[in-house]
């Protein structure tokens, strides 16, 4: 049975830090792209950023600098380290993990975490 269980969300000031997980089971974790979303009420959900199996990682424009996803294929776990969070991160910050070859998909969620930024 896949898995995938997001941490680290919480409440945390303007200015301040946090330190989002993603854990996998169930799946060849390194074979997997893992990409966080974020949703904020009333509001689409949005790329956070993005890290695919071979390493390349992307991010959005609105966070470059302040967030680094990275990935631990050992632990099969990726972590998106948060800085310098302001207001309007606030939002339910949700992990991805697709996997994609010629005639065979795979695309899984996690339950997502609560991120709020107090001002």
């Known amino acids: 049975q896949v898995q995938l269980v997001e941490s680290g969300g919480g409440l945390v000031q303007s200015g301040g830090s946090l330190r989002l997980s993603c854990a996998a089971s169930?799946?060849?974790?390194?074979?997997?792209?893992v990409t966080w979303y974020r949703q904020a009420p009333g509001k689409q959900r949005e790329l956070v950023a993005g890290i695919t199996s071979g390493g390349n990682t992307n991010s959005a424009e609105y966070e470059k600098g302040r967030f680094t996803i990275s990935r631990d294929n050992a632990k099969n776990t990726e972590d998106l380290p948060m800085n310098n969070l302001k207001p309007e991160d606030t939002a339910i910050y949700s992990c991805?993990?697709?996997?994609?070859?010629?005639?065979?998909?795979?695309?899984?969620w996690g339950q997502g975490t609560q991120v709020t930024v107090s001002s």
């Open positions: 991805d993990e697709q996997f994609h070859r010629v005639g065979v998909s795979y695309d899984y």
């Open positions: 169930g799946i060849v974790f390194r074979m997997y792209d």
